[in-house]
């Protein structure tokens, strides 16, 4: 058992440094850390929209930053994990090792979670610390759920990049899996299947639900319930989704179903993986 951690270890910090020697690797670092910077400098958090004011303001606009953007990185980064070494041999070179399969898999994907996760959460951290030098009202509470939240949604989009991943055998097709997978979570199910399901007059309560089975959706409505208990920024999904789980529960779950999402996806890729053609 000692020594599958060392294995794991291993394979993690080797992949951990192969990243961040690679170039996108400083602009993940300078897009979500720069943005952090650019809201203090323009002034964000002196302005007030839907009473949000002061670093209230400033997370709330920081997090939908990081869904739209945070996703597509995270799978254009993650989804050449394992066909990327299988293409250049490196898998192989890898086999050739003492290096069990679950070892190499889970190894990647853990290295692949530190690597997209730190950033944000420092940028996250960067911008509380410059609240209490300036003064400004942190809202503890919420930071700490939005560390969560961000980190499930990382965790979730991670599963999915190594499914990905293991279900191609070219690089081309598994960037063009993970825009179609990005596009249809952030406009599809939101926008045209709520439409299509509303014009053929389906009850309210499976649109919503089938809505917040996409995990960018329970992340967005779990980011506004932290500054806006009543979801009255939704409109009247608010009752439907308060009455059916409160505001805890609903809290809960925007978090335990990314991450729990994730981690079946995951295993879902690990067992492709294993089954199929390694090299």
């Known amino acids: 058992m000692k020594e599958t951690w060392n294995i794991l270890y291993v394979v993690s910090l080797a992949d951990i440094r192969e990243s961040i020697r690679a170039k996108w690797f400083f602009i993940y670092i300078l897009i979500f ?38 996703p597509i990185f995270i799978l254009i980064t993650t989804v050449r994990a394992v066909v990327g070494d299988r293409e250049s041999n490196v898998l192989e070179y ?40 300036r003064s400004l009202s942190i809202p503890w509470h919420s930071v700490g759920y939005y560390i969560l939240l961000l980190g499930t949604l990382s965790w979730c989009f991670l599963g999915i990049g190594m499914l990905i991943s293991s279900l191609v055998h070219k690089q081309e097709w598994a960037l063009g899996l993970a825009f179609l997978v990005w ?22 309560k499976i649109i919503i639900t089938i809505s917040l089975l996409n995990p960018l959706q329970a992340f967005r409505t779990g980011a506004i319930l932290l500054f806006d208990p009543d979801l009255s920024a939704i409109g009247p999904a608010s009752y439907v989704i308060l009455e059916a789980l409160g505001y805890e529960g609903f809290l809960t779950f925007s978090i335990l179903y990314p991450f729990g999402l994730g981690w079946f996806l995951a295993w879902l890729g690990y067992c492709i993986f294993k089954r199929g053609d390694l090299v």
């Open 94 to 133: 890898f086999l050739s090792m003492p290096i069990s399969l679950g070892a190499y898999f889970w190894g990647k994907l853990l290295a692949k979670f530190i690597v997209v996760f730190l950033p944000v959460g420092l940028a996250l951290l960067g911008a509380v610390s410059w609240g209490i030098i």
């Open 183 to 204: 596009l249809t979570l952030l406009i599809f199910i939101d926008i045209i299947m709520i439409g299509i399901l509303l014009q053929n007059q389906v009850q309210e």
């Open 33 to 70: 850390g720069g943005a952090v910077v650019l809201l203090f400098v323009i002034g964000i958090t002196e302005s007030q929209v839907l009473g949000f004011t002061g670093l209230s303001r400033l997370l709330v606009t920081y997090i939908q930053l990081c869904v739209a953007i945070l």
